[in-house]
């Protein structure tokens, strides 16, 4: 797993039509991921899961490909005003991560406002490893227009072992432009080995036509101190 980092870009594309993601390579190429089979994490409502395989297609031509198994998710807003995608991709190619705006956004200048929806992500107790747990929560924002500054919680966090996470606290932070990022406390795994070895700053994007939506992301790096080991989780929230 790898950690979330949001990329403010539009040259990821995403055709609803099909539901797949076209976006360029590291290697200077392009490749498209398929949604497979409508897939929704248990306990969503706004997330769906990417599993299988993609081809990458080579610069230079002369019909050479690349083959990737990947593992992702994307989540939107209820008005499809903008959405948050993470996909991790084996052998060597790292991850995406990153968050969009689908349609133009007027922001509220005075007044505030507290939106709530999921928080979704990946667990991996162990680095560099494939295997991993599916992390859900809920995820409740505050919105204060008028100060423009945002800051919220993500709880009821639970992993699909049925491990237990402290709640993540988003901490105030200036939004600018639409966007933000701040910093976090918590989300440490309720267990006597594990800890916070580092967190990372959330990142987040106000959305929709009436700027009363958002995404965003957060990463943690967790340590098992009794094998002196770390992994990632690498989430993402969606609210309205």
Request: glycine letters at 14%; charged letters at 20%.
């Amino acid at each position: 797993m790898y950690g979330f980092r949001s990329q403010f870009s539009s040259n990821v594309q995403y055709d609803a039509t099909n539901e797949t993601i076209t976006k360029p390579s590291r290697s200077g190429g392009t490749f498209q991921i398929s949604l497979a089979d409508d897939q929704s994490p248990v306990g969503t409502t706004g997330f769906k899961l990417y599993d299988g395989q993609v081809i990458e297609d080579l610069p230079g031509g002369g019909g050479f490909t690349r083959t990737y198994n990947f593992e992702g998710f994307r989540g939107e807003t209820e008005s499809g005003g903008g959405s948050v995608t993470f996909i991790s991709a084996h052998p060597s190619f790292g991850g995406y991560q990153g968050m969009a705006r689908h349609i133009e956004t007027e922001m509220p200048t005075t007044g505030s406002a507290t939106l709530s929806g999921d928080y979704f992500g990946y667990f991996s107790a162990i680095r560099d490893t494939k295997e991993f747990t599916y992390i859900y929560g809920a995820t409740e924002l505050d919105l204060n227009y008028t100060n423009a500054t945002v800051q919220g919680r993500i709880s009821e966090r639970i992993d699909s072992a049925g491990n237990v996470f402290e709640d993540v606290i988003l901490q105030e932070t200036d939004v600018s432009a639409g966007r933000f990022t701040g910093d976090i406390s918590g989300g440490a795994m309720i267990a006597e080995d594990f800890d916070v070895a580092h967190r990372h700053q959330y990142d987040g994007m106000i959305v929709g036509p009436e700027g009363n939506e958002a995404v965003g992301g957060i990463a943690i790096r967790h340590t098992n101190t009794e094998a002196d080991e770390f992994g990632w989780e690498s989430g993402a929230f969606v609210v309205d």
